[in-house]
């Protein structure tokens, strides 16, 4: 079984009223692996970590659950749809941002029997506070501040057969983000671990050499005696370096740490991942409106994902429905355009 298998939706894997623990061990062992595979020596690993991993799935999945349904996307529809004529400044627009989508080209092309895909479109999203017009009642007033919205950068890299699969592949997208943000801390420790035992390793060898070019052969060989000051600041800063280490702990100590950050991660998915839904009454210039405002406006309703990073990311993003025939054909190479330049 798959990890988070639950996306899948099928009676027999999908507990309504929680998360089975065949789910949690599966889940479980998908983020040792991911992070640290020699995490499994550390006794009750796995019943450490699983609480974290459950709260980490239930987590995920109000979040996934909680996403609208998605909604047919094509030149078409813009005109019908309000919210794809505020994501899109024109029809062509949408077939480009489509045509772009290697994903969705290759799912088409293993599946040549699928008539419609599945895929979470994503947007930069941006406000911005403008001096314009603004109609209220019969009076047009200038200089009224203004917030701006616009959607650019589309991007459909997540794309599945079908609306519960691509629910399925974002979640577990979204898991092995927390898993990656894990990674991150990890390696902050691992790094500094590697560069005290590098440095520790630079010390004993000069320490050596200056003990070794000392009294005795290295005397008999011409080499001036080395100072007693210097061997004792290597001396000193190799009595450092080990506390440094002392303090990081050994070996096991350091599995326990990764275990530990692995765990709180897990624990406080909120902290480094939040989706959340907008709806913004938009007028046909994407000029967010109130509710005093006689001018023309529709609902636009798309979700926000906030990452923390680093660095922090924030896109907005739908669920879509494409038909085979709206992807663009490849483009080939124009031959006699490219003999121009030659």
Not at 52 to 71: C, G, H, N, W
Not at 87 to 103: E, H, K, M, Q, W
């Amino acid at each position: 079984m798959g990890i988070l298998d639950w996306f899948k939706n099928r009676p027999a894997q999908f507990d309504p009223d929680g998360v089975s623990e065949e789910m949690i061990r599966s889940a479980t062992e998908k983020a040792i692996t991911l992070t640290n595979p020699r995490l499994k020596v550390l006794p009750s690993c796995y019943l450490h970590l699983a609480p974290a991993v459950k709260i980490s799935i239930e987590f995920l999945r109000t979040l996934i659950q909680a996403l609208p349904a998605a909604r047919p996307v094509s030149p078409a529809s813009w005109a019908a749809d309000p919210a794809w004529r505020a994501f899109f400044g024109a029809p062509g627009d949408i077939t480009v941002a489509l045509g772009r989508s290697d994903n969705l080209r290759t799912l088409f092309a293993k599946a040549p029997e699928l008539d419609e895909a599945c895929l979470v479109l994503g947007m930069a999203f941006s406000e911005q506070h403008v001096f314009g017009l603004a109609l209220q009642g019969d009076m047009v007033h200038r200089d009224v501040v203004q917030t701006s919205v616009s959607f650019s950068d589309h991007r459909a890299h997540i794309c599945s057969r079908d609306e519960s699969r691509l629910r399925r592949i974002a979640g577990v997208q979204a898991f092995e983000y927390l898993l990656a943000r894990a990674l991150v801390e990890i390696g902050g420790d691992r790094v500094e671990r590697q560069e005290l035992e590098g440095k520790r390793a630079l010390l004993r060898a000069r320490l050596r050499l200056l003990q070794q070019h000392g009294p005795g052969l290295g005397s008999m060989f011409g080499s001036p005696p080395a100072g007693r000051g210097e061997q004792a600041g290597l001396e000193a800063e190799l009595v450092a370096n080990e506390r440094q280490l002392e303090a990081i702990g050994d070996s096991q100590s350091a599995l326990a740490m990764e275990l530990e950050a692995l765990r709180e991660v897990l624990a406080k998915p909120e902290q480094y991942l939040h989706v959340g839904q907008r709806q913004l009454r938009l007028n046909t210039m994407n000029v967010v409106l109130d509710g005093k405002s006689t001018e023309a406006a529709a609902e636009v309703a798309f979700s926000v994902a906030e990452l923390t990073g680093p660095p922090p990311v924030q896109r907005a993003f739908v669920l879509a429905r494409v038909t085979r025939a709206e992807l663009p054909a490849t483009q080939g190479i124009n031959f006699a355009d490219a003999a121009r330049y030659l």
